[in-house]
Each structure stands twice: as structure tokens, then as C-alpha cells.
């Protein structure tokens, strides 16, 4: 199997919506962002799949060699092979990916995130960087279009952080703020119960209200920001805040049942809103 077999099976067999945006870019593009992709599903399957801490932190650990060792030497891991050289013509710096390692990092070595402020250092780790590597392959000519890109990342991480509180604190964590859950007077614990008697109380929805209502103000924000002349360049990214926008407002008509189950997009559906994006150009 060749690296650029690699990193496409890596792509395709995760189902994210970031997939259905690639299908629409031209070839070298698509080859670049599908490999960047593929690394920061290597490096964040480390810490979903691997049970042991110390053992997830010895491999972000390679990790974290390995990329040093492909920008200055020969890469080893056939995704690192098939996005290093790429690098140069898309704006990849081997900082961009140790800061994908660093959010990861901080996975292993936190479960909570005292207040927002907490919260958004690790998204903008995770998220950031990830949505301005992806923006400088899309295509951009604007300092403004960064800011863009950091905000939509921001905005799609908050949307993924509201999806998943069942399933991260099935895993012990809890990435809402705990300021915020003490504002709504929701208990850690209440979270990581995710059951009756309180379920899904008011006090739960208020919580979850708060955090849907930043999560769009954020990707208001976003939108305000990307400049008229990179707007075509970006539709990749405007593919898919349309696809996890979508997938917050289902959340929301659904009243936030996010504990005991994970709320998706069927595949026609975000490749639907993909396409339409597409067509409407926003």
C-alpha cells in the first residue's frame, strides 16, 4: 500500500464530514488536505484508543520525534510520508502539526476545563491550527482569512464538544466548563451518571441552551470574518460549518439528547449539504 493509499483509506474509513468537503476540491489540493487529515486522526486516535495513559503518552511522544525527524530527515509513518511533501506548497509547518500533538496532549493529562477561557487554548490547539492549515490548502490571499479559519475551528470543536457529553463522560470527562455547569447548578457528577432521576432537567438544558447559543454566535463570528475574494477558495470550509451547523440545530430540535445517545448526519445528507454549498457558494 502506498502512503497516498494510506492516508485515503484513513480519510474515507473515519465518516467524518470533513470527507464529503475533500470530494469537491481539485486533485493536489484534495491529496494535501486528505493527508494532513489523516495525521490528526493518527495522532487523535492515540488517545481514544489507547487505554493506557502511559502508553498513549509514549506514542504522542513518537510522534512528536517523528514529525521533527520528517521535516529535517526521512519520515517513517506512511501518513507523514504522504503529507511532508506536500508541506512547502501548502504552508504545512512542522509547528502546525506539534500543536495538533500538544491538544492532544492535554487530552491525556486533563479531564476538566475550569472556565472558557480553559477551554478555548485547547480548542484552539485541536480546532485552530487544524482549520488554518486546512484554509492555507483550500487557498487564500488574506491575513484575515486565519482568523476566519480559527474561528470556524472553534466554532465546529464547540459544536463536537455539545455532541459528545454522553459519550466523553462515558470516558470520565467533561469539557463543558465548570464554571458554566456551576452558573446552571448542573453537577460533574450528574454528567458523568448520565441518567435518571435528573436526566435531562431544566437545569441540563439551560446548560446546554448557553453553550448551542455561543456555538452559533461563534460561527456568526467566523463568517463575518472570511474576506469576499477568499470566499470561493474557502467553500471547502463553508461545506462544512453548513454540515456541523446542521448537525447543532438537530441537536437542539432533539432537546439536547445528547447523554445517552450520539446524534449524526446520515452520509446523503451531509454530502446533500455539501453539494448545495457548493452550488450557492455559502
Known amino acids: 500500500m502506498t502512503p497516498q493509499q494510506y ?5 474515507a474509513g473515519s465518516g467524518s464530514s470533513f470527507y464529503y468537503a475533500f470530494l469537491f476540491l481539485p486533485p493536489a489540493q484534495r491529496t494535501a488536505i486528505t493527508a494532513f487529515y489523516a495525521f490528526c486522526r493518527e495522532v ?17 511522544q513518537w510522534w512528536q520525534h517523528e514529525v521533527a525527524q520528517a521535516f529535517t530527515a526521512t519520515p ?13 506548497e501548502f ?16 487530552d491525556l493529562e486533563q479531564t476538566r476545563f475550569l472556565d472558557f477561557a480553559g477551554l478555548q487554548r485547547y480548542c484552539h490547539l485541536v480546532a485552530g491550527i487544524v482549520g488554518e492549515v ?12 486565519v482568523h476566519y479559519a480559527h474561528q470556524l475551528g472553534l466554532a465546529m470543536q464547540l459544536t463536537n464538544i455539545i455532541r459528545d457529553v454522553g459519550d ?25 451518571q448520565r441518567q435518571a432521576p435528573w436526566g435531562y432537567s431544566d437545569r441540563f438544558q439551560a446548560l446546554m441552551r ?14 463575518r470574518l472570511l474576506p469576499d475574494v477568499d470566499r470561493a477558495a474557502q467553500k471547502p470550509g463553508l461545506m462544512m460549518a453548513n454540515i456541523y451547523r446542521t448537525l447543532l440545530r438537530e ?20 454530502l446533500w449539504i455539501a453539494t448545495q454549498t457548493h452550488l450557492r457558494g455559502r
Not at 486546512?134 to 482569512?145: D, K, L, S, V
Not at 441537536?251 to 451531509?270: C, D, G, M, N, Y
Open 7 to 11: 492516508v485515503q483509506d484513513k480519510a
Open 44 to 60: 487523535d486516535d492515540v488517545v481514544d484508543e489507547t487505554q493506557d495513559a502511559g502508553v498513549a503518552a509514549a506514542k504522542l
Open 76 to 88: 517513517t509513518h506512511p501518513a507523514m510520508k504522504a503529507l511532508v511533501p506536500l508541506s512547502a
Open 91 to 106: 504552508g504545512i509547518q512542522q509547528a502546525h502539526l506539534q500543536a495538533v500533538i500538544d491538544g492532544c496532549r492535554i
Open 134 to 145: 486546512a484554509a492555507n490548502i483550500f487557498g487564500r490571499t488574506q491575513a484575515a482569512t
Open 168 to 192: 466523553d463522560a462515558r470516558r470520565g470527562r467533561i469539557y463543558l466548563p465548570l464554571s458554566e455547569l456551576q452558573r446552571f447548578d448542573v453537577k460533574a457528577h450528574e454528567l458523568l
Open 210 to 223: 448557553f453553550q448551542a447559543e455561543r456555538a452559533h454566535a461563534t460561527y456568526d463570528a467566523a463568517l
Open 251 to 270: 441537536i437542539e430540535a432533539q432537546r439536547f439528547q445528547v447523554l445517552h445517545q450520539r446524534t449524526s448526519l446520515t452520509p446523503l445528507r451531509k
